[in-house]
C-alpha cells in the first residue's frame, strides 16, 4: 500500500492520536496547502 492508502486507512479507523501532520499529509495528495504567515492564517484550496 502507499503511504495515502495507509493514511487513509488510520483515518478511517478513527484513531484518537491521528495528528494534524498526518492530516495535513494526507490532505495535500488532493491539493491542499496550508497557508501561514501574515494577519490571518488559514487554508488555501
Avoid: A, C, H
Avoid at 502507499?2 to 493514511?7: A, E
Avoid at 488510520?10 to 492520536?17: A, E, G, S
Avoid at 496550508?34 to 494577519?39: A, E, H, I, W, Y
Amino acid at each position: 500500500m502507499s503511504k495515502k492508502d495507509n493514511l487513509i486507512s488510520r483515518l478511517l479507523n478513527k484513531p484518537k492520536d491521528f495528528t494534524f501532520d498526518e492530516m495535513e499529509s494526507l490532505l495535500s495528495y488532493f491539493g491542499y496547502e496550508l497557508k501561514q504567515g501574515g494577519t490571518g492564517s488559514g487554508v488555501n484550496l
